[in-house]
């Protein structure tokens, strides 16, 4: 069974610094591209960072590009996401995805969510 399974996520302050995890399983890890996205209250879902399969490539959503760092571990099956700068407008359930940038995703995780406010 395919699982993936999102922590880290939690209120903190504007400038605050969070890091996500995602840790996966039931599939090989290792050769799959991944993904963030995330939902805000009332919007749709919104890609904001991908990785290779291998880790040498990254990509990001204009809106996080220079804030947020996406890597992954592939010995420990992890996907991480570091937020670093965090803005009000960054409230929202984060997700990781299984796939390539544009979709369409095989899974996606239960989310974690991301509170910004002072």
């Known amino acids: 069974e395919v699982q993936l399974v999102e922590s880290g996520g939690g209120l903190v302050q504007p400038g605050g610094s969070l890091r996500l995890s995602c840790a996966a399983s039931g599939f090989i890890f290792s050769i799959n591209p991944m993904n963030w996205v995330r939902q805000a209250p009332g919007k749709g879902l919104e890609w904001i960072s991908s990785i290779s399969s291998g880790g040498g490539s990254t990509d990001y959503a204009d809106s996080v590009k220079g804030r947020f760092t996406i890597s992954r571990d592939n010995a420990k099956n992890t996907l991480y996401l570091q937020l670093n700068g965090l803005k009000t407008e960054d409230t929202a359930m984060y997700y990781c995805?299984?796939?390539?940038?544009?979709?369409?995703?095989?899974?996606r995780g239960q989310g974690t969510l991301v509170t910004v406010s002072s």
């Open positions: 995805a299984r796939g390539p940038r544009d979709g369409p995703y095989s899974s």
